[in-house]
T-cell receptor, first 113, second 114 residues
Framework: EAGVTQFPSHSVIEKGQTVTLRCDPI?????LYWYRRVMGKEIKFLLH????????ESGMPNNRFLAERTGGTYSTLKVQPAELEDSGVYFC???????????FGQGTRLTVV | DAKTTQPTSMDCAEGRAANLPCNHS???????VYWYRQIHSQGPQYIIH???NNETNEMASLIITEDRKSSTLILPHATLRDTAVYYC???????????????FGTGTRLKVLA
């Protein structure tokens, strides 16, 4: 069974550009989470989808970040326009309803220059 | 904000037990303690979790103090492949949605030495 897959694995963009990160959760998992670790900080929660609905987006840093999960399958996280402080590793995780653990993808390393 | 504190790094000899401490003095009564680890260039991987009682699985043991203010992850016979960053996490339940989220600590970088 395929795990959580994230694309791309690395992205280098210039300040002011737009970047879209994609996450394919484990098939059948209703819960999808985005987390990120910026330089020198701990991994922090961004938001949580249940199917296509945003259940909790309390961790989204500002309105330059937009997450979608149309159809309740894969999710995208768009950063527009990107700023230097957005550099970090963005993780996606998924879990089944009632599951005790979440499965993480390998992350997307975003570098804004 | 992190609800856990962990030592930045630890070394352990191969074959010996690795004991990784974690403080979570502000944990609430219904919040679980989770441990994940991250091996270089991979995503965090689940190890074990617990609420009040000590837990053991095929990977590790989790010892939680009676007051729940701290816990210890034990890898009974560390191998070189256990070299990783170990995260102590508090799972916070979001009452309004019936869901949860993880609050990560900064992690302990464990190096297993041959």
């Amino acid at each position: 069974e395929a795990g959580v897959t994230q694309f791309p694995s690395h992205s280098v963009i210039e300040k002011g550009q737009t970047v879209t990160l994609r996450c394919d959760p484990i098939s059948g998992h209703d819960n999808l989470y985005w987390y990120r670790r910026v330089m020198g900080k701990e991994i922090k929660f961004l938001l949580h989808f249940v199917k296509e609905s945003k259940q909790d987006e309390s961790g989204m840093p500002n309105n330059r970040f937009l997450a979608e999960r149309t159809g309740g399958t894969y999710s995208t996280l768009k950063v527009q326009p990107a700023e230097l402080e957005d550099s970090g590793v963005y993780f996606c995780a998924s879990s089944d309803q009632g599951a005790v653990e979440a499965f993480f993808g390998q992350g997307t390393r975003l570098t804004v220059v | 904000d992190a609800k856990t504190t962990q030592p930045t790094s630890m070394d352990c000899a191969e074959g010996r037990a690795a004991n990784l401490p974690c403080n979570h003095s502000t944990i609430s009564g219904n919040e679980y303690v989770y441990w994940y680890r991250q091996i270089h260039s991979q995503g965090p991987q689940y190890i074990i979790h617990g609420l009040k009682n000590n837990e053991t699985n095929e990977m590790a043991s989790l010892i939680i103090t009676e007051d729940r203010k701290s816990s210890t992850l034990i890898l009974p016979h560390a191998t070189l492949r256990d070299t990783a960053v170990y995260y102590c996490i508090v799972r916070v339940d979001v009452v309004t949605s019936g869901t949860y989220k993880y609050i990560f600590g900064t992690g302990t970088r464990l190096k297993v030495l041959a």
